[in-house]
């Protein structure tokens, strides 16, 4: 057995199929140094290029420890786009097919509360949304976010550019203290690492300098 082989992680084979059917045969660089202190409930900050596939390591990461019978919103994602909120939230359904009954939510601006109000009145288990309107709804009661395991900060460098940071102090005030918390950029200036120290306890800290 490779290392890079994803049945080399104590994942479930369920979701080790899937990768498989997914066309994914081999870890990336970035999964294979994450997926180990990810599944062993570490927090993470993870620096690596675009595209090299960050998001199937904190995907793989929360789904692991969902529990698809308990209706309560157990993984958050902050992106800062509503396009990456999208892309994040289609990725996280793919890598969960093999899940019954998984409800991945997505809550961004320019699309009406009502209809993300009821999405999370049926229950969702992953929600995945941008700092603005997660604001907004933790300001008006309509989110619950006490249940929260796992916190993933994708592209933090980026939301942290567009001057989220207040939303976002705000957001992981909503959360449990006790709960994983896994950051993903691009890059990490000194800014975002002082800024972002508040949000993680002990990281480990994982860096792949090219993509391949
Ligand atoms: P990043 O967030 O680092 O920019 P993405 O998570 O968007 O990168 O992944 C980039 C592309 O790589 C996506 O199309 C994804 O489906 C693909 N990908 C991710 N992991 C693997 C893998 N282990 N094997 C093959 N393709 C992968
Ligand atoms: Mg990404």
């Known amino acids: 057995m490779n290392k890079t082989d994803f049945s080399s992680l104590p994942l479930s084979p369920a979701l080790v199929d899937n990768l498989a059917s997914l066309g994914y045969s081999r870890m990336t660089p970035i999964q294979a140094q994450s997926l180990p202190v990810i599944l062993n409930?570490?927090?993470?900050?993870?620096q690596a290029k675009t595209g090299s596939?960050?998001?199937?390591?904190?995907?793989?990461?929360?789904?692991?420890?969902?529990?698809?019978?308990?209706?309560?919103?157990?993984?958050?994602?902050?992106c800062p786009t509503r396009e990456l909120a999208d892309q994040v939230a289609k990725e996280i359904r793919r890598l969960a097919r093999c899940i019954d009954n998984i409800k991945v939510v997505t809550l961004c601006g320019g699309t009406p509360?009502?209809?993300?109000?009821?999405?999370?009145?049926?229950?969702?288990?992953?929600?995945?949304?941008?700092?603005?309107?997660?604001?907004?709804?933790?300001?008006?009661?309509?989110?619950?976010?006490?249940?929260?395991?796992?916190?993933?900060?994708?592209?933090?460098?980026?939301?942290?550019?567009?001057?989220?940071?207040?939303?976002?102090?705000g957001i992981v005030a909503a959360c449990p203290r006790k709960r994983q918390t896994l950051l993903f950029s691009a890059t990490y200036p000194d800014n975002i690492r002082k800024q972002s120290a508040r949000f993680l306890k002990n990281p480990v800290e994982v860096k792949v300098e090219s993509l391949h």
């Open 53 to 78: 596939g960050k998001t199937a390591a904190f995907g793989l990461g929360l789904l692991d420890k969902i529990n698809p019978r308990w209706f309560a919103v157990q993984a958050l994602v902050l």
């Open 113 to 169: 509360m009502g209809p993300q109000i009821g999405s999370l009145e049926h229950g969702a288990h992953v929600v995945v949304g941008t700092p603005g309107r997660l604001h907004d709804h933790l300001s008006r009661n309509t989110l619950d976010l006490s249940t929260v395991e796992t916190l993933v900060l994708d592209e933090a460098d980026r939301m942290v550019d567009m001057g989220f940071y207040e939303e976002i102090v």
């Open 41 to 46: 409930r570490q927090d993470l900050i993870a």
